[in-house]
């Protein structure tokens, strides 16, 4: 179990490391408004460490469901499907394939157009070519559809093991009826019941597959409509001045919320983070509550 939790590990470190450079990102882009830096060169160097964050992101989840479907599907408990060594490699390669995507279209900007001029890179931090902005599209599109797609696999063959484990758990149980002394029935308990290493292991591991499937959701919210407005704005021009104005600033707070959000649900899944939780409210509702003794004492 340790070995498959250092792989977990390492892949949700990727999440962490893409949260830390959007966050940088963000930092950037606040300090390059305030000192007025809206050069072409700063404004496309920040747009390929943002698109090298998706693919770091993208790839980290993949990653966390692969290891976990193939754990699945050789019902590995101890022995991990995916060593640390191959987890570090997996993250190079996704790691290199991410920067080779971005910085392959560092050339192609659209420097003509008139709003990135005017507004600077804070909202609309500069464009790139049609095809080169179609291309990282589809990207996108095609890797969130193989999470979704191997979500839905993993998460069916998982139903799929736990209603085995337990028809066999209730098929072994035998009970003996009462004897001529009248003592209580005996019961067999299988290896395979409910409370079996498998099962809390599955239990462990579905929990795992809730929480980035709600990290899933955030980052489709936040970022997504992002890529569509892009190309509203390239193939509509009547609808320029609105998506600039209103849908990427509706969009950069969605991002700001996303990474926030993101702390906490990977928090509010620990058991103990819970528990310390409750225990704070409950001794702040006690601490209200509580009635001075002086008056008592002194009755």
């Known amino acids: 179990m340790k070995k498959v ?20 990102i963000l930092l950037l882009k606040g300090l390059f408004y305030v000192w007025d830096v809206n050069t072409n060169e700063g404004c496309m160097a920040l747009i390929t460490i ?7 992101y993208l790839t980290g989840i993949f990653y966390i469901y692969l290891d976990l479907y193939l754990s699945l599907k050789k019902m590995s408990v101890a022995n991990p499907v995916i060593s640390v060594r191959a987890a570090v490699i997996l993250t190079a390669l996704s790691w290199i394939g991410s920067v080779a995507i971005s910085v392959s279209g560092y050339g192609m900007t659209i420097s003509t157009y008139q709003y990135t001029q005017e507004a600077g890179c804070i909202l609309t931090k500069g464009l790139y070519q049609k095809q080169y902005i179609l291309f990282i599209t589809i990207i996108f599109l095609i890797g969130l559809l193989g999470i979704l797609t191997l979500h839905v696999i993993t998460y069916r063959l998982m139903k799929r093991i736990k209603r085995h484990l337990l028809g066999h758990s209730d098929h072994n149980h035998t009970v003996t009826g009462e004897d001529s002394s009248g003592r209580t029935p005996h019961v067999n308990v299988p290896e395979r019941g409910s409370a079996s290493p498998r099962m809390i ?6 929990v795992v597959m809730k929480t980035i499937l709600i990290i899933l959701i955030f980052f489709i919210i936040s970022w997504y409509p992002l890529l569509i407005s892009v190309l ?32 906490i649900i990977y928090m509010s ?5 819970r528990n310390t939780c409750k225990r704070l409210c409950c001794k702040f509702v006690h601490h209200r509550r509580r009635v001075e003794p002086s008056g008592s004492e002194t009755a």
């Open 232 to 263: 509203i704005v390239i193939y509509c021009e009547a609808c320029t001045f609105f998506i600039t104005e209103y849908v990427w600033r509706f969009v950069y707070i969605l991002v700001i919320l996303q990474y926030n959000i993101n702390g």
């Open 5 to 24: 939790k250092r792989t977990t590990v390492i892949f949700l470190s990727q999440l962490a490391i893409s949260n830390l450079i959007q966050g940088i």
């Open 269 to 273: 899944k620990l058991r103990d983070f």
């Open 50 to 56: 943002n698109i090298t964050s998706f693919g770091i």
């Open 201 to 206: 292991w599955l239990k462990k591991n579905d």
